[in-house]
């Protein structure tokens, strides 16, 4: 007797909806009747998890001194593999070159490169190669776009939805600036601006729009954290765990997510900490990992040498500190250390080349964009 | 043949039935036991015939099927017992016997066991190559060699061939 597996789709579908979206990209390959299951709605649907692990990291440089040009190139980083490839081809399926601007559930969202005629903003899912696009609405070129996609609270079955959160900084009276926030959503296919608007006079700097359970979080240059709820149109300022009077050095930080909590990893002269949002309205933190810099060196004394006294050495923030957090995601970090980036292992605490700075482009040491890849297989058609 | 289901008590003997495989073999099993399965449960609510002839299903699957039900229908054993023998029973189970495990708890709808048998193929699939998972599955493959090249060079990035079994 020879069993027919494809009689109906039950026992394939409960099979493979257990795999992660890596492996499921490579099985499309097996036929193009594994194909067609694969990139069913209703499969993907039944197959997203929260739990996808990270596959890797895009990587793009930036001009330190102006926002008005972009550097076309952008980085793969792979880390869930044991020989380090760095991958340049990965966008090459969309009709120009674009900036990375932020990225959440396997869908990146990114705009044309300046200076531009017609710039576009481009929602995409490089794993299936699909994107849509619309163009750059009536806002600055240096507004921050971050995309809202929670397939979670918005299942994909039918049709892929997703919200876009633009935040300009405007002059607000004197000497005072505050944030706007306009929003995109796909079902109407309308920008609107809200009537929140949030008092603030830093800067959005790194890790732009990390997504935790559908809010919106960006570090500001200011130890504090900006937060909008696109779903209720609410914005508030979170205060970093520690101010800036609390270190005698200059600090390196970032934010990101672990399993739908909202972290700030930092690096100051008290060593690599990893803080916890407990509660947005009280700024309310709790320290969950903290690594003196002794013991991280002890612990990968392999590539570490002499930290404490090359972080204390950091004496103004226009020089790139000695070890930069550049992005986070459930509990790997991608950072920095001289001019090489590594990987760091909150579980394992440990470290692992990844590749030398330079592979990444000239300009790599200055603020580059930095965004933590899960992959997903969903549908933007 | 009548192989009978060793933790039984005699008294229930005569809430036992009977299930033939495809090859003919007889099982007795107890009636509790029995209707842990959604789709044994209906035939034994529509008839009163104690004989069920299974012709999808061999000797060797539906001993295991069995075996499953009679420890989950096990009153005396605790919910830990009967989840470390749900991973005990996958363990180091071949990815051929467990193909056969899937299919005869999707038609005998014992969803429980289903659901850790799919699991732990997954698990096995998880880091084999497209090849393996063709010859394992029987299915042929449909795309032209130059369509393949093509595929595995634009997707190369998202790949990791280097940490692929084919065994």
Redesign the interface.
């Known amino acids: 007797m020879k069993p027919c597996w494809f009689e109906n789709d039950d026992i394939p579908i409960n099979i493979l909806s257990r795999l992660p979206a890596k492996t499921l990209h490579r099985l499309k390959y097996v036929s193009e009747e594994w194909l067609n299951l694969i990139s069913n709605r209703s499969f993907i649907t039944s197959q997203l998890r929260k739990t996808e692990p990270v596959s890797g990291f895009f990587f793009q440089e930036v001009f330190q001194w102006t926002d008005d040009e972009s550097i076309e190139s952008i980085s793969y980083i792979p880390v869930d593999v044991d020989n380090v490839n760095v991958w340049r081809n990965v966008f090459d399926f969309l009709p120009e070159y674009i900036v990375i601007m932020s990225l959440n559930n396997g869908l990146l969202c990114c705009r044309s490169c300046f200076p531009s005629s017609h710039p576009r903003i481009y929602v995409c899912n490089p794993l299936n190669k699909q994107w849509t696009s619309l163009q750059w609405p009536n806002i600055s070129q240096t507004s921050n776009v971050a995309l809202a996609f929670n397939p979670f609270q918005n299942p994909v079955d039918v049709s892929t939805r997703f919200k876009l959160v633009a935040v300009s900084d405007i002059e607000n009276g004197e000497d005072e600036y505050c944030f706007v926030f306009d929003i995109y959503s796909s079902e109407t296919g309308l920008w609107r601006r809200s009537k929140e608007c949030c008092v603030c006079n830093h800067n959005l700097t790194k890790n732009k729009g990390v997504l935790v359970n559908g809010i919106l979080y960006w570090l500001t240059d200011g130890y504090q954290i900006l937060m909008f709820d696109p779903e209720n149109e609410f914005s508030l300022l979170v205060t970093a765990p520690l101010p800036e009077t609390e270190f005698s050095g200059i600090p390196e930080m970032c934010i990101g997510e672990w399993q739908g909590e909202v972290c700030y990893v930092i690096i100051s002269e008290d060593g690599l900490q990893l803080w916890v949002l407990e509660d947005h309205f009280a700024s309310q933190w709790e320290l969950r990992i903290s690594i003196s810099l002794e013991n991280l060196e002890k612990e990968n004394s392999n590539v570490l040498y002499k930290i404490s006294e090359k972080v204390a050495s950091r004496l103004c923030k226009d020089t790139p500190a000695w070890m930069d957090p550049l992005s986070f995601k459930d509990g790997v970090l991608l950072i920095r250390v001289s001019a090489n980036v590594y990987l760091y292992r909150f579980d394992t605490r440990s470290m692992k080349k990844l590749c030398d700075v330079s592979t990444l482009g000239p300009t790599s040491m200055f603020y580059p964009i930095v965004v933590p890849y899960t992959m997903s297989l969903v549908p933007l058609d | 043949m009548v192989t009978t289901d060793e933790k039984g008590p005699l008294t229930a003997k005569k809430k036992s039935v009977i299930i033939r495989s495809?090859d003919g073999d007889e099982f007795l099993v107890s009636e509790s036991a029995a209707v842990l399965s959604t789709s044994l449960k209906k035939i034994l609510e529509e008839k009163e015939d104690r004989l069920i002839h299974l012709s999808?299903i061999?000797n060797k699957t539906l001993a295991m099927v069995i075996a499953y039900l009679s420890t989950h229908a096990d009153d005396g054993l605790s919910d830990d017992l009967k989840r470390s023998f749900d991973q005990e029973f996958v363990s180091g189970k071949e990815f051929d016997v467990l193909?056969?495990l899937?299919?005869a708890t999707?038609t005998l709808q014992v969803t429980c066991l289903?659901?850790t048998v799919?699991?732990k193929?997954?698990d096995i699939?998880?880091n084999k190559l497209?090849e393996w998972?063709?010859r394992e599955?029987?299915?042929?493959?449909?795309?032209t060699p130059e369509a393949?090249a093509e595929?595995?060079r634009?997707?190369?990035?998202?790949?990791?061939d280097?940490?692929l079994e084919d065994d």
């Open positions: 495809c999808d061999d193909k056969y899937v299919l999707d289903c659901y799919a699991k193929m997954a699939m998880k497209v998972v063709r599955f029987d299915i042929q493959n449909d795309y393949e595929i595995r634009l997707d190369a990035w998202a790949w990791d280097r940490q």
